[in-house]
């Protein structure tokens, strides 16, 4: 039995090793196409992880998750995976644009058309990602994804965003995302690809949050609890002005359903920590490694 074991958990080692090589070539436009492809073919769903070289958690995961024989089965049986460099790769910048990503690894479980069912920012042990796993396999069975639509197309992008993430050019002038925004469904795919992908200024921090859980719905809870957490960044500041502590602490439990009560334990810690004190910064706590293109 032991020798059995060591075999299978040997093999199960061989098997992400030639996942993560073959995930690790050059990721294109056509590559992804082809991932696609294969899960239409085999049947499977399709996980993404977006990183880049140099990001701490992206290297922890690759050295203590993904090879680990529990994650390793999962994604052997039942995806297909596409790993891709965003500083490097134009597919990794596209799927970044794609779904306003800030924070790295991201991951993005989608479904062979191109639908997304999850998506999830930071480092995972072993036990929160097998997790993930099995999440979308559930929804995927279920018939729930996304809002997202499932093609890449810059088209539908205003030239400001495409370069934001094609070119790096992420100083963008607030009364220029502004003017776009005043002249779109403020609730639709780009318009909050644009709000949390460029951190949009304060004067649409009260919607988004308004809007949180049915933003959650639509776009995916990682996205908008990231954003959440960036506006009470901004608020916090605002109600130390004038050392309302009270105030703060009802303004921030309207959000408190969005997390888990461990996450919220987090956050909470966070935003009350020090309140008043001019020199802390707070700290996002998804542990996501940010990149500034």
Not at 131 to 139: S, T
Request: proline residues 3%; positive net charge; aromatic residues 14%.
């Amino acid at each position: 039995m032991k020798f059995i074991f060591k075999t299978a958990s040997a093999f199960l080692l061989l098997a992400w090793t030639s996942i993560a090589l073959n995930a690790q070539t050059a990721s294109t436009d056509e590559s992804w196409e082809q991932a696609k492809q294969q899960a239409q073919t085999e049947h499977k769903l399709i996980f993404v992880d977006l990183y880049f070289t140099g990001c701490a958690p992206c290297a922890q995961m690759d050295k203590e998750v993904f090879p680990d024989p529990k994650a390793a089965a999962v994604l052997s049986a039942d995806f297909v995976t596409f790993k891709s460099d965003i500083l490097k790769e134009e597919i990794g910048k596209k799927l970044c644009m794609k779904y306003g990503v800030t924070g790295f690894p991201t991951f993005l479980f989608i479904n062979p058309d191109g639908r997304v069912i999850d998506m999830a920012s930071g480092f995972q042990n072993v036990e929160q990602f097998t997790a993930l796993l099995q999440n979308a396999k559930n929804l995927a069975k279920k018939g729930i994804f996304k809002k997202y639509s499932p093609q890449i197309n810059e088209k539908e992008y205003p030239d400001f965003y495409v370069q934001a993430y094609m070119a790096g050019k992420r100083n963008v002038p607030f009364d220029v995302i502004d003017t776009y925004l005043k002249s779109k469904d403020a609730s639709d795919e780009v318009s909050f690809v644009i709000v949390t992908g460029l951190r949009a200024g304060r004067q649409y921090d009260d919607f988004f949050l308004l809007s949180s859980k049915k933003f959650a719905q639509d776009y995916g809870r990682s996205s908008v609890t990231n954003h959440v957490f960036t506006i009470l960044q901004r608020k916090k500041k605002e109600f130390e002005k004038t050392n309302d502590l009270a105030g703060f602490k009802e303004y921030f439990t309207e959000v408190k359903q969005l997390y888990t009560p461990e996450e919220w334990t987090k956050y909470e810690g966070i935003l009350l920590k020090d309140f008043g004190v001019e020199k802390v910064v707070a700290k996002n706590p998804n542990t996501a490694e940010k990149v500034v293109r």
